[in-house]
């Protein structure tokens, strides 16, 4: 899908995985709103409610990467 985005990320084992994507999506927002200011007019929300979180265990990092750059453009 042309409008998603790949975020590979370490957190400690304490912050539960809504928290980091919370986080992530409340500071992107602010960020992108900031300098961006036709976007406060124009969207009610930057990102949708929606997510999809995974742990990786028995792949590398090299592989994850690999993933997520291939991705591009598919």
Known sequence: MPDHVHVFAEAP???HPAEMVNRFKGNTARILRGEFLSLR????ALWSR???AAT???VSEETIRHYIESQNGA
């Open 13 to 15: 084992p304490t912050m």
């Open 41 to 44: 007019a124009r969207l009610p």
């Open 50 to 52: 929606s997510y999809f």
């Open 56 to 58: 990786v265990g028995g």
